[in-house]
């Protein structure tokens, strides 16, 4: 028999934002909370951790680009609690500025973990959302600068009002594919492939948001989030804000009171909709 108690799910969670994340709905949420990792051992630690806070994590494998582990996940949590009710999509990855790799990789793998496989996380997970369910994509203030970057032509596609996720998806695929020809900036994209693939995240929580406000579930809020720039492995740390401060805005919006209409479907930074686009 499946409990009725509430459960929130982050994805990408053992360390970083994604760490402090869970500490803090620990403390502030009413529900089961899960700290997910790729590797089970580093998992296991950071809920030990979390332990020695007095804090109590559960804990599920999650890899956001293997389908059959986000569907293992999808089926424990309908078989452990019959739905879902929170859904923070933080798992990212960014190469570093001195990685030797070419730019034609770094975009083909960056966008498919930051971008397909959070898309996959949504299109496996959302059929799980419950009635008042709260969906927080980490996104960056770096797809504010990516957008920014691109030709005006390619900034009129992506925030087109009436975008679907197939015409999204079709506008990475031709970023990527220009990549690995050496010619992306040519047709009009940035030389950045985590700002795209950012740009890609934010979109999508406005894609997703037009669809969700249609369903016949009431009161699902999905917003993308710029937690700021944190002392983080994946800023080198050279963040100013600790992590604790970078979860700041991800957890206010995981927790939005019942009935939230504003922020909806926007671009959150410091608790505050920012113009995106």
């Excluded at 582990?69 to 190469?95: C, H, M, P, W």
């Excluded at 997970?125 to 203030?141: E, I, M, T």
């Excluded at 401060?245 to 504003?262: H, M, R, W």
Aim: glycine share 6%; aromatic share 8%.
């Amino acid at each position: 028999m499946a409990s009725s108690r509430k459960v929130a799910v982050v994805t990408g969670s053992n360390k970083g934002i994604g760490f402090a994340i869970v500490r803090a709905l620990c403390k502030s949420y009413d529900g089961d909370i899960f700290l997910t990792s790729r590797d089970e051992g580093r998992g296991q630690a950071a809920i030990a951790d979390l332990n020695k806070e007095g804090l109590q994590p559960k804990f599920h494998q999650l890899d956001i680009n293997d389908r059959s582990s986000i569907e293992r996940l999808k089926s424990f949590l309908q078989t452990t609690y019959g739905g879902l009710d929170v859904l923070v999509n933080n798992a990212a990855i960014a190469y570093k500025n001195a990685d030797p790799a070419p730019f034609s990789e770094q975009a083909e793998v960056t966008c498919k973990t930051n971008f397909w496989a959070t898309l996959d996380v949504c299109s496996i997970l959302f059929p799980l959302l419950r009635p008042h369910s709260r969906v927080v994509n980490v996104s960056s203030f770096a797809s504010q600068m990516a957008l920014q970057k691109c030709s005006p032509a390619i900034q009129r596609r992506f925030t087109d009002p009436s975008l679907k996720m197939e015409d999204l998806e079709q506008i990475m695929c031709e970023f990527v594919d220009a990549a690995k020809m050496g010619k992306h900036q040519d047709i009009g994209f940035p030389n950045s492939a985590y700002g795209m693939s950012k740009v890609a995240v934010t979109v999508m929580t406005f894609i997703q948001d037009r669809k969700i406000s249609k369903d016949s579930r009431e009161d699902i809020v999905i917003n993308a989030c710029c937690p700021g720039y944190v002392d983080t492995d994946m800023s080198s740390h050279k963040g100013p804000k600790t992590i604790d401060q970078g979860a700041d805005t991800p957890v206010y919006l995981a927790l939005l009171p019942p009935n939230t209409t504003s922020p909806k479907g926007d671009f959150v930074s410091d608790r505050a909709i920012q113009k995106w686009g």
